[in-house]
């Protein structure tokens, strides 16, 4: 897949499917295609800002992992055109995502934080 003519999310809760199925797909182009241009995506200590940055970001992890599990993905909390998304992966981080519905109808995330679960202590 290469980014172009790509379903778009017509519900901000189509936004996690949409990720799960291009990341399982290593669409890296589809899954910048989930953000606005000038999205902020922080994972742990590393913060992508703009396509750029959250395509190399995206290229990256990618590279290194095969699979993404389905997520658990609540119903989204909406105020007009802005939606709070969230999803919880099964080993217990927690993603939440601020979406915009665009000119068209459609969403895109503008804000994507996963809060990594701390590790248990080592018990020497």
């Known amino acids: 897949m290469d980014g172009t003519d790509l379903k778009a999310a017509r519900e ?3 936004l996690a499917r ?3 199925e291009r990341a399982n797909a290593g669409d890296v182009d589809g899954l ?11 994972v742990g200590e590393v913060v992508a800002t703009g396509q750029a940055e959250i395509r190399a970001f995206y290229a990256d992890l990618l590279a290194r992992r095969s ?17 709070l998304t969230f999803a919880r992966l099964p080993n217990g981080n927690v993603s939440v995502e601020a979406a915009r ?3 068209d109808g ?5 804000i994507d934080q996963l ?6 202590p080592s018990k020497a």
């Open 67 to 83: 699979t993404f599990p389905a997520v658990d993905a609540p119903p989204a909390l909406r105020n007009g055109p802005v939606a």
């Open 101 to 103: 519905q665009q000119a």
């Open 115 to 120: 809060k990594l679960k701390p590790l248990a």
């Open 32 to 42: 910048v295609a989930l953000y606005e241009p000038g999205a902020v995506v922080a």
């Open 106 to 110: 459609t969403w895109l995330w503008f």
């Open 12 to 14: 901000p809760e189509d």
């Open 18 to 20: 949409l990720f799960n």
